[in-house]
T-cell receptor, first 112, second 113 residues
Framework: KNQVEQSPQSLIILEGKNCTLQCNYTVSPFSNLRWYKQDTGRGPVSLTIMTFSENTKSNGRYTATLDADTKQSSLHITASQLSDSASYICVAPMDSSYKLIFGSGTRLLVRP | DAMVIQNPRYQVTQFGKPVTLSCSQTLNHNVMYWYQQKSSQAPKLLFH???????NEADTPDNFQSRRPNTSFCFLDIRSPGLGDAAMYLCATSARDTFNEQYFGPGTRLTVT
């Protein structure tokens, strides 16, 4: 069954601290995996896209990793800011088609 | 900047009163999607247009309809909104050859009273 699972469900950290969000996927065939950030009341915004051959990709303070053998991805946020408070969603396409499989998201709260 | 625009951002309608949500895009993408997202849930695909071809998801209620008069615009019509239709409605677009690179609009929050 094609699935994307994320952990933790929610996370609270202090401003300036680092954190890592996890995503496990069982999508086959695998083409790519994307991390989105969704602020409350807004649409998802793409942070990074990881293809099969990529292990690490950075976008500012966001670094995504992909392990195709274990089918795991992580999103590391460095030196968190209050504006990082949002839901982070891991998404993979089904059969390289238009249908996206969304993870349930991790709700991150950054406190001063 | 190329983008996906949704109007209005907030919409309040009465139970049973038809409502239309709009989406426009300046990306010149061939494919446009409508998603429904309820609180703390993942977006659920309602339907999509590939150019002028309409593709309905099997479990999308008949209450939901869509129109795409041209490449740039797409509308979501809810014929008789029920309380259960209160949600965030997201429009997304993608290019012809990169379906899974979807760009989302900011969403319209629909409240049904």
């Amino acid at each position: 069954k094609n699935q994307v699972e994320q952990s933790p469900q929610s996370l609270i950290i202090l401003e300036g601290k680092n954190c890592t969000l996890q995503c496990n996927y069982t999508v086959s065939p695998f083409s790519n995996l994307r991390w989105y950030k969704q602020d409350t009341g807004r649409g998802p915004v793409s942070l990074t896209i990881m293809t099969f051959s990529e292990n690490t990709k950075s976008n500012g303070r966001y670094t995504a990793t992909l392990d195709a053998d274990t089918k795991q991805s992580s999103l590391h946020i460095t030196a968190s800011q209050l504006s990082d408070s949002a839901s982070y969603i891991c998404v993979a396409p089904m059969d390289s088609s238009y249908k996206l499989i969304f993870g349930s998201g991790t709700r991150l709260l950054v406190r001063p | 900047d190329a983008m996906v625009i949704q109007n209005p951002r907030y919409q309040v309608t009465q139970f049973g009163k038809p409502v239309t949500l709009s989406c426009s895009q300046t990306l010149n993408h061939n494919v446009m999607y409508w998603y429904q997202q309820k609180s703390s849930q993942a977006p659920k695909l309602l339907f999509h247009y590939y150019d002028k071809d309409f593709n309905n998801e099997a479990d999308t209620p008949d209450n939901f309809q869509s129109r795409r008069p041209n490449t740039s615009f797409c509308f979501l019509d809810i014929r008789s909104p029920g309380l259960g239709d209160a949600a965030m409605y997201l429009c997304a677009t993608s290019a012809r050859d990169t379906f899974n690179e979807q760009y989302f609009g900011p969403g319209t929050r629909l409240t049904v009273t």
